[in-house]
């Protein structure tokens, strides 16, 4: 459970300005859904807060204290894909995480030491509903169970921050709303902060307690590389809703932009 | 009438047609064969099966008068010793130097440049260097076996390790991971069965190299044997022999790809293997 506080915070790829102006303070326990345009700087913002992209300009604080700048045990992650490791079963991909922090060199446990590891391996396994699929390597799980394993992996070692990337958009709808479920129950029992992109607003919407959308305020051809985008749209929001219909429209026309 | 794109063979002419090929040499050769032993009884160059039969039944089964070896096991055994401690020494060191280089950004930064040049070297014109430092015996044909195989091996091994998906590197980290731990759990194991890969794809230039080194310095092998032979024209122990080698590469391949599935099942049920 932690704040996030960004200030000031700038991203450039050579004269390509990403990301301009965004401040924010996210509160502890929160679940923000991040909207925008493909483009808008939005999963850049969460490769910043993950530790995998520096900021060229301004800071992110954790608790206050400023962001370690490469990926660590407070951020744990779910990407769209390549969550999880091919080489391993389900339980070798939820144990992995225990293993590495319990032996430092061989990055495994044997004895006593596995036997506790692998009972909260398997605990964690069953909160996710993969307890039938224990023995199965990734490639044998359909694309849900490969994201459900990837939240129980990224769940075992109770990060402060958990990262959502684009993690659903992938999967089938009737799929989608089992796993809704699933990240929403683990959210309040973990009590962790969420932050998670996505493109789709009503999964925004139901998930999310703030929904924010990044944006470029300046769209003309000449002016897109010289100006980035910034928050644009941040509401709270107390119980599931329809997106708003402007921010709606707005998204659909940027992104009709950006097709042509 | 469906096109013929779409038809396929059942199992019984499927084995069938594969034989085929492999028939129609042998009666090609037979053929030719008969025919210039019907011109000539003593003909060398083709001779027939019965005086191949002959040839490897004297060397196989017969103690050499000279030095009281079977000669066809011995020249197998010195050849299959050289062949395998040098793809294996280029395996070893060849694989874990390729995945540290396609991992470490400094590391690739400093040897990819480097490999790849060493890569473009023809291994068969470093022979007289190797003869003259590591002198005529088993150490220079080994080192030309590995000089050849191992910056194949290290490209290759450093091509496969970039090829990870970023996120899994990410995602590791996110579990508390060290370099060394990505290394041992995450990049190591997953790298192995491209080892074995890259290990089948060497065998064939391991085995010329083998036989250019057994050609030209050598009082053993396959390949001295075959050589030595070729002075007298003696066709009927040729031919067998390069039968022998090619069977002895075939089985080799078809091992390795059997310890393949045999280890690494993770890869197979996902059909990359």
């Known amino acids: 459970m932690s704040a996030i506080s960004v200030s000031g915070l700038w991203k450039e790829y050579g004269r390509q300005v990403v990301l301009e102006h965004i401040d924010l303070e996210i509160e502890s326990g929160s ?20 530790g995998d992209e520096v900021p060229t ?30 080489h391993l079963t389900v339980l070798g991909n939820v144990l992995l995480a225990l293993e590495l922090s ?132 941040d509401m709270k929001v107390d119980k599931p809703v329809a997106p708003p219909s402007e921010l709606e429209a707005d998204l659909h026309e940027a992104q009709r932009q950006a097709a042509q | 009438m469906t096109r013929f794109i779409n038809k396929k063979p059942d199992r019984i002419s499927g ?18 064969s008969e025919i210039r032993l019907a011109e000539n009884p003593n003909d060398k160059i083709l001779p027939g099966l019965e005086a191949m039969r002959i040839a490897v039944e004297r060397l196989a089964f017969e103690q050499d008068r000279r030095t009281g070896e079977y000669l066809f096991w011995a020249d197998t055994a010195a050849s299959l010793y050289r062949l395998l401690l040098g793809v294996g020494i280029a395996t070893v ?6 995945v540290v280089q396609g991992l470490l950004p400094y590391m690739n930064r400093t040897f990819a440049g480097f490999t790849a040049v060493l890569a473009m070297i023809p291994p068969l014109a470093l022979l007289p260097i190797l003869f003259i430092v590591f002198g005529l015996g088993e150490v220079s044909k080994i080192v030309l076996i590995i000089a050849g195989v191992l910056p194949f ?31 041992v759990r ?42 030595l032979m070729r002075r007298y024209l003696a066709m ?17 391949d078809y091992m390795v790809r059997l310890l393949q599935r045999f280890w690494f099942g993770w890869l197979y049920k996902e059909g990359r293997l």
């Open chain 1, 31 to 50: 679940f923000v859904a991040l909207v925008g345009p493909s483009g808008c700087g939005k999963s850049t913002f969460l490769k910043m807060i993950l």
């Open chain 1, 57 to 86: 300009r301004g800071q992110i604080l954790i608790d206050g204290e400023p962001l370690k700048p490469e990926p660590d045990i407070d951020r744990g992650v779910v990407f769209q894909r390549y969550s999880v490791f091919p």
């Open chain 1, 102 to 233: 319990g032996s430092s060199f061989w990055g495994r446990l044997w004895g006593a030491r596995r036997k506790k590891a692998r009972a909260e391996a398997l605990d964690m396994i069953e909160c996710v509903g993969l307890t039938a699929a224990v023995k199965k390597f990734p490639s044998e799980l359909s694309g849900g169970m490969q994201q459900r394993l990837a939240l129980a992996q990224a769940l075992i070692l109770k990060p402060k921050i958990l990262l959502l990337d684009e993690p659903f958009g992938a999967l089938d709808p009737g799929i989608r709303s089992d796993i809704h479920q699933l990240v929403q129950r683990l959210w309040k029992e973990e009590g962790i902060t969420v932050l998670m992109v996505t493109h789709d607003l009503s999964e925004a919407f139901t998930l999310g307690t703030r929904v924010i959308a990044f944006d470029r305020l300046r769209k003309r051809p000449e002016e897109t590389s010289a100006y980035g985008a910034t928050v644009t749209f």
């Open chain 2, 15 to 32: 084995v069938l047609l594969a034989a085929l090929p492999f028939a129609g040499l042998v009666l090609a050769y037979w053929i030719g």
């Open chain 2, 93 to 98: 060191i060849g694989g874990i130097f390729g």
């Open chain 2, 153 to 183: 091996m290290i490209r290759d091994l450093a091509m496969r390790t970039e090829e990870l998906p970023r996120e899994q590197i990410i995602k590791a980290q996110t579990l508390g991971a060290s370099t060394w731990q990505i290394f």
């Open chain 2, 186 to 227: 995450i990049v190591m194991p997953q790298m192995l069965p491209r080892m074995f890969d890259a290990m089948r794809l060497s065998l064939g230039a391991a085995w010329l190299f083998l036989i250019a080194a057994e050609a030209i310095a050598s009082q053993s092998g396959l390949g001295y044997r075959i050589f």
């Open chain 2, 236 to 252: 009927d122990v040729i031919i067998p022999y390069v039968a022998w080698i090619t069977l002895l590469a075939f089985t080799m």
